[in-house]
């Protein structure tokens, strides 16, 4: 149980373009999910937190104009990048909170992005 | 934002040898937790630590929580190849959320 899948697993746009990434909680409701960005060798960075039904939040330095957070329902959630461009390029990687349990944070698979 | 940093950075290790991962923080976590990521997926959780001074084992993997709980080790025993990976740990705070350490990416030569 507490399978998170992401998709595409990976994407190669051309600057400019807008790529959604889907979020999906395939087990459990999930009304928290998260989004992170993993550089090349580096950790994981925190960009928002998204809440079913309601506006993200954005962690400092991340621009919500340009990372769109949909959280339409209890097992979705979507990051669009609007507007790509090469240094966008990066891994993201989303996870969901369970409903029922409160804590535990499950993580996807991950979405490769590439801007050319 | 809460920041933990591990050391070492990078570890490149002989099959067999005993190695130690750190993770420091000035913040004080509701509890912490340890993953390891392989390259193109997504981090795997290994272990969640809550009391301070708690000691966890998974097998060659020894996890401790410090008792001011700011700070955690990891302990392989007998590195093997399959351990190679990028392992991270994360401070949960008291609203659940995670923040991830800086990372130590480990590789075992056969």
């Known amino acids: 149980g507490a399978v998170v899948s992401q998709h595409p697993s990976r994407v190669i746009c051309k600057s400019g373009t807008s790529v959604k990434i889907e979020c999906r909680s395939l087990?459990?409701?999930?009304?928290?999910m998260f989004w992170y960005r993993q550089f090349p060798k580096k950790s994981l960075m925190l960009m928002a937190t998204?809440?079913?039904?309601?506006?993200?939040?954005?962690e400092q330095g991340v621009e919500k104009d340009k990372f769109l957070i949909n959280h339409a329902s209890l097992t979705l959630s979507t990051l669009t990048v609007t507007s790509a461009h090469p240094e966008d390029s990066s891994f993201y990687i989303c996870?969901?909170?369970?409903?029922?349990?409160?804590?535990?944070?499950?993580f996807g698979p991950g979405t490769r992005l590439l801007v050319l | 934002t809460q920041l933990l940093e591990q050391s070492p950075q990078f570890l490149s290790i002989q099959e067999g040898e005993n190695l130690t991962v750190y993770c420091n923080s000035s913040?004080?976590?509701?509890?912490l937790q340890w993953y390891r990521q392989e390259p193109g997926e997504g981090p795997v959780l290994l272990v969640t630590?809550?009391?301070?001074?708690e000691v966890k084992k998974l097998k060659r993997l020894t996890f401790q929580f410090g008792d001011a709980r700011k700070d955690s080790s990891l302990h392989i025993t007998a590195a093997q190849p399959g351990d190679t990976g990028l392992y991270l740990c994360?401070?949960?705070?008291?609203?659940?959320?995670?923040?991830f350490g800086t990372g130590t990416r480990l590789t075992v030569i056969p």
């Open positions: 996870s969901a909170r369970d409903r029922v349990t409160g804590k535990a944070q499950y």
């Open positions: 998204s809440n079913e039904g309601s506006k993200a939040t954005y």
């Open positions: 913040s004080v976590f509701s509890s």
């Open positions: 630590v809550v009391t301070g001074g």
């Open positions: 994360a401070g949960v705070t008291g609203a659940n959320n995670l923040f």
């Open positions: 087990d459990f409701q999930a009304t928290t």
